[in-house]
């Protein structure tokens, strides 16, 4: 299987640039983001294509549907992605094929596979055509494989699929998906696999209405929660993949891209082991900070260059008081024990505070392992996809 990654940014910032000629993760092409429709409105992105042609990897040029049907005009959006085509090839980047990226509702599909081949109509007769996909549309086999028959690759999404779970990503559920699509039809296909987390609202009746991506700013509100894609659940999926006779699999594609400042994606050191099939080791140590007095300031640093899930349970010295905790830690009745029902994810080289205690003297650190990720039962549900970051 080869590997490849998507920039979903609409305006490329330095560092989307830098992360595109980045060489950590060793991909085999780049799904870049080039036009999103949202029923009337049309917004074309401003990708660096002097970067995209300095790296030099094969390009897919993605379109994004928004809504649940394709309402514009097929052969219009073909001519729009076809200029897009022409500039960037013009620019020297090497583009092979384009990608529709459309969560269709399956009621839909039928109307969806009459639509495809209108578009594919008025692109370049060079390109090739590959569709996103969800696992619900394996319910519907007789429209889907009408579906997949018009495109010539179809991309398989199996994360952000359940708005109740805290995980974006179960690995049993993603290879029951990923064995029924391998037997569903002949056509080539590959798996879209997370490299990030969400920050989702949920309203009273469990549906999701706000959804915070790659912003600086989060407007989910407060009673939002992360939601998080494991890095040792995503490895064990591609660990299994890589033992697995899959003759129709031809790779992973991985949203998305890792850009320094993206608060919510992966580092690159925590992809480039996932992709291997490693899950990176947590290193996070507990610090006292001392502050004079016994008074020491707790603190939770994570020294790798991998990202980490901070321990749920943290046990103070015994000789440890006036325990406080700060974010989601609280001190558990008659003990030295830090608790937290939701514990943090950590960047590389991050510093957490963690609160404070009176001790009496103390090592200067102590190192913990974040313990497994449990996840809810699956409620078969699409969370929205993130717009594109502005």
Not at 20 to 39: E, H, P, S, Y
Not at 64 to 79: F, H, K, M, Q, T
Not at 198 to 225: C, F, K, M
Not at 237 to 242: E, G, I, K, P, S
Request: hydrophobic share 45%; glycine share 8%.
């Amino acid at each position: 299987m080869d590997h490849a990654a998507y920039v979903w940014q609409r305006q490329w910032t330095p560092a989307v640039a830098a992360a595109v000629t980045d060489r950590t993760a060793d991909f085999a092409g780049l799904r870049v983001l080039g036009l999103q429709q949202t029923a009337a409105a049309r917004v074309e992105t401003s990708p660096d294509l002097v970067a995209l042609s300095t790296r030099g990897l094969p390009v897919r040029v993605v379109l994004r549907i928004e809504g649940s049907r394709p309402r514009a005009d097929a052969a219009e959006l073909g001519v729009a992605i076809a200029g897009i085509v022409h500039r960037w090839r013009a620019a020297g980047v090497r583009v092979g094929g384009v990608e529709v990226d459309h969560d269709c509702a399956s009621a839909g599909l039928a109307e969806y596979a009459a639509w495809l081949p209108r578009f594919r109509a008025a692109l370049p007769a060079d390109l090739a055509l590959s569709i996103t996909a969800l696992p619900s549309w394996l319910d519907s086999p007789a429209d889907l494989a009408k579906l997949r028959a018009a495109a010539d690759e179809s991309v398989l999404q199996v994360h952000a699929l359940d708005a109740t779970r805290l995980a974006l990503f179960n690995r049993a559920d993603a290879l029951r998906w990923t064995r029924a699509w391998q037997a569903q039809a002949p056509q080539p296909f590959r798996v879209a696999l997370p490299a990030y987390s969400l920050r989702v609202q949920l309203a009273a009746d469990g549906r999701p209405i706000a959804v915070d991506a790659e912003g600086g700013l989060d407007g989910s509100g407060a009673g939002a929660r992360e939601r998080h894609a494991d890095p040792a659940e995503v490895a064990g999926f591609v660990r299994t993949l890589q033992n697995e006779t899959l003759p129709v699999l031809r790779g992973l594609l991985w949203f998305r891209l890792p850009v320094q400042g993206d608060r919510r994606g992966w580092a690159p050191a925590t992809l480039a082991a996932v992709m291997r099939g490693d899950a990176p080791v947590s290193r996070i140590a507990l610090q006292f900070i001392d502050r004079g007095g016994g008074l020491y300031d707790l603190a939770l640093h994570n020294p790798a260059d991998t990202d980490a899930r901070a321990p749920a349970q943290l046990d103070l010295p015994v000789h440890c008081g006036l325990i406080e905790g700060l974010a989601s830690y609280r001190l558990q009745t008659g003990t030295t024990t830090l608790r937290s029902h939701d514990p943090p994810w950590m960047k590389p080289a991050a510093t957490l505070a963690l609160g404070f205690a009176r001790c009496g003297p103390i090592e200067p650190a102590r190192g913990y392992a974040p313990g497994p990720e449990r996840a809810p039962a699956r409620v078969p549900e699409a969370l929205p996809k993130p717009a594109a970051k502005p």
